[in-house]
């Protein structure tokens, strides 16, 4: 598997929300992350996965909820951080939307602009592909960058590790 596939699907992981299959998969994450070939990224998985285990299981869920389920500043629905044009919205939700019906698939149970949706996808397809994907959600990824960062979320490193990812990609095309 590229690097790009696997940190793509690592940072998706960690972004999801931490239900009980969620920790049945979090020593296999763990161990992926350990085997990554930058040490940079390597380093920052590691640390967000030590910090996940600070907590207890329901802890951290109740952390989860707390910090992106109930934040409307904070939420990782990319579409939803400056509803000010409903119009607006629902084209950006439309896009995404493509983007997965581009790449064969179609989402059931979440809604397209979900960001670790987006990052599973970008971890399934070819590198132009890959780009494409990022690109759609980067100016969205920028914005919740900067709202991790006035909330002082310790997950604005893995948004960092992701427009990394797509400024490789470019380099690489």
């Given amino acids: 598997m590229d690097e790009y596939k696997k940190i793509l699907k690592i940072a998706a992981y960690l972004l999801?929300?931490?239900?009980?299959?969620?920790?049945e998969d979090f020593k296999e994450y763990r161990a992926a992350a350990e085997e990554l070939k930058s040490a940079q990224v390597r380093d920052v998985f590691l640390d967000l996965f030590d910090y996940i285990e600070q907590f207890g299981a329901k802890e951290y869920e109740r952390e989860y909820v707390r910090r992106y389920d109930f934040s409307q500043n904070?939420?990782?629905y990319l579409t939803t951080h400056?509803?000010?044009?409903?119009?607006?919205?629902?084209?950006?939700?439309h896009d995404f939307k493509q983007l997965f019906l581009e790449n064969g698939y179609d989402l059931q149970k979440e809604l397209p602009d979900y960001?670790?949706?987006?990052?599973?996808?970008?971890?399934?397809?070819?590198?132009?592909?890959?780009?494409?994907?990022?690109?759609?959600?980067?100016?969205?990824?920028?914005?919740?960058?900067?709202?991790?960062?006035?909330?002082?979320?310790?997950a604005v490193f893995l948004l960092d590790i992701i427009l990394a990812q797509n400024s490789t990609l470019e380099v690489t095309k």
């Fill in 16 to 23: 999801e929300y931490p239900d009980e299959n969620w920790r």
């Fill in 82 to 93: 400056n509803r000010t044009d409903f119009g607006k919205q629902s084209n950006e939700m």
């Fill in 115 to 154: 960001l670790p949706a987006l990052l599973e996808l970008a971890a399934t397809v070819e590198p132009a592909q890959a780009k494409k994907v990022l690109e759609t959600a980067k100016n969205k990824i920028e914005l919740l960058r900067e709202r991790f960062i006035e909330a002082k979320l310790p």
């Fill in 74 to 76: 904070t939420n990782l």
